[in-house]
């Protein structure tokens, strides 16, 4: 059964600087994605950004960046210049069984960026 | 606006009450899902459905039910045989028809409180 791991159930940061969120899966599928959530104080879950496991290029969405190291199963994220508004509780999670698969969830990061 | 409906966003309920929680959509999304959430436990997958009259169950589905009648809704509801209620349910839905990777969408959530 595929798991994914967050190691570092919370994390601080302070304004301006980047901050480094860890996540590792297990799975023996070779076709499948990998997804950041973020869930803010007001609870609304968003995507953050995503990652196809067919592509060597890490994806990168203006301050959020992945480092997607397909052998070691690690899927970490980079948010840099942090600002106050990345205050949330981030979610790992995986998708296999191709684009149909069910999303499997890691149990969370909670970041605090501090002024 | 395109985005997915939750309601109640707070709901108390009394020990041996049955309550079902509301969540619409119109994404046009083929693909439904019920999610628990409890502090240090990540989201945990209670059903899903990915079609009109069908649903199946997913991870902690004792204790809940669900139905599919139309493609934008999908209710949960909570029965007096789940046994521990009180959590955060998030509802998400998602396309499954396009190249998208699959992403899912959420709603807000909705709090359950038993008293």
């Known amino acids: 059964a595929q798991t994914v791991t967050q190691s570092q159930p919370e994390m601080s940061v302070q304004e301006a600087e980047t901050v480094t969120l860890s996540c590792t899966y297990d799975?023996?599928?070779?076709?499948?994605?990998l997804f950041w959530y973020k869930q803010p104080p007001s609870r609304q879950m968003i995507l953050v950004i995503r990652?196809?496991?067919?592509?060597?290029q890490n994806a990168t969405e203006n301050r959020f960046s992945v480092n997607f190291q397909k052998a070691a199963k690690s899927f970490s994220l980079k948010i840099s210049d942090s600002q106050l508004g990345d205050t949330a509780m981030y979610f790992c999670?995986?998708?296999?069984?191709?684009?149909?698969?069910?999303?499997?969830f890691g149990k969370g990061t909670k970041l605090s960026v501090k002024p | 606006d395109g985005g997915i409906t939750q309601s109640p966003k707070y709901l108390f309920r009394k020990e041996g009450q049955n309550v079902t929680l509301s969540c619409e959509q119109n994404?046009?999304?083929?693909?439904m899902y019920w999610y628990r959430q409890d502090p240090g436990q990540g989201l945990r997958l209670i059903y899903y459905?990915?079609?009109?009259?069908?649903?199946q169950k997913g991870d902690i589905a004792e204790g809940y039910s669900v139905s599919r009648e139309k493609k934008e809704s999908f209710p949960l509801t909570v029965t007096s045989a789940q046994k521990n209620p009180t959590a955060f349910y998030l509802c998400?839905?998602?396309?499954?028809?396009?190249?998208?990777?699959?992403?899912?969408?959420f709603g807000e959530g909705s709090r359950l409180t038993v008293l």
């Open positions: 990652q196809e496991a067919y592509k060597q």
């Open positions: 799975t023996s599928e070779n076709n499948y994605y």
């Open positions: 999670a995986f998708s296999g069984g191709g684009s149909q698969g069910n999303l499997i």
């Open positions: 998400a839905s998602r396309d499954l028809r396009t190249a998208n990777t699959g992403e899912l969408f």
């Open positions: 994404l046009n999304h083929d693909a």
């Open positions: 459905s990915q079609i009109v009259n069908d649903f």
